[in-house]
Antibody, heavy 119, light 109 residues
Framework: QVQLVESGGGVVQSGRSLRLSCAAS????????MHWVRQAPGKGLEWVAV????????YYVDSVKGRFTVSRDNSRNMLYLQMNSLRPDDTAVYYC????????????WGQGTVVTVSS | QSALTQPASVSGSPGQSITISCTGT?????????VSWYQQLPGKAPELMIY???NRPSGVSNRFSGSKSGNTASLTISGLQPEDEADYYC?????????FGGGTKLTVL
């Protein structure tokens, strides 16, 4: 069974940085696009970023452009999200998700990691 | 870009059918047949229920079905069961990104 395990969440002050990691296993990681999706407390899902299977392209939601960077290491089956200049409205559970077929739908989700940005 | 529009809540009795709508624009739902639906139980990660408008992943009950007309997609759950009570989210591809709906809370009375 596919496994996605996020780590790196925590409590951080506004303006600081945090790096999330996602360890992927039990599938050929280098064949799949990967995304980050977040969910603020009591709110709905929000797509954050995508990185193509080979790392050649990345795209972001407007609210994080210039602050967040998604990357991957296919040799280590790892996905990352570098988050800089964090704001209180970045507080959320961050999910690592697998893209099935390159059509931006998500067949496997991690358990999520909690990021809390204090002001 | 704005989120897709879903009703905040729907309800139904066991055995009944319900439909959740998801309205977008001709830049997202109207432009692509890449609409998906997710079920989220309390405290859990979302689970894929429908992809490519109307396809079910292996293991998802055939009580769940999806459709699309113009800029609006729909999720229908037939033969409602108590375990269907959850939050449901639609999503659509658009211009190298993904939009989600605001979510619909399904209550099984």
């Amino acid at each position: 069974q596919v496994q996605l395990v996020e780590s790196g969440g925590g409590v951080v002050q506004s303006g600081r940085s945090l790096r999330l990691s996602c360890a992927a296993s039990r599938f050929t990681f280098s064949n799949y696009g990967m995304h980050w999706v977040r969910q603020a407390p009591g709110k709905g899902l929000e797509w954050v970023a995508v990185i193509w299977y080979d790392g050649s392209e990345q795209y972001y939601v407007d609210s994080v452009k210039g602050r967040f960077t998604v990357s991957r290491d296919n040799s280590r089956n790892m996905l990352y999200l570098q988050m800089n200049s964090l704001r209180p409205d970045d507080t959320a559970v961050y999910y690592c998700v697998r893209d099935r077929g390159g059509r931006h739908y998500f067949d496997y989700w991690g358990q999520g990691t909690v990021v809390t940005v204090s002001s | 870009q704005s989120a897709l529009t879903q009703p905040a809540s729907v309800s139904g009795s066991p055995g009944q059918s319900i439909t959740i709508s998801c309205t977008g624009t001709n830049s997202d739902i109207g432009a692509y047949n890449w609409v998906s639906w997710y079920q989220q139980l309390p405290g859990k990660a979302p689970e894929l229920m429908i992809y490519d408008v109307s396809n079910r992943p292996s293991g998802v009950s055939n009580r769940f079905s999806g459709s699309k007309s113009g800029n609006t997609a729909s999720l229908t759950i037939s033969g409602l069961q108590p375990e269907d009570e959850a939050d449901y989210y639609c999503s659509s591809y658009t211009s190298s990104s993904t939009l989600f709906g605001g979510g619909t809370k399904l209550t099984v009375l």
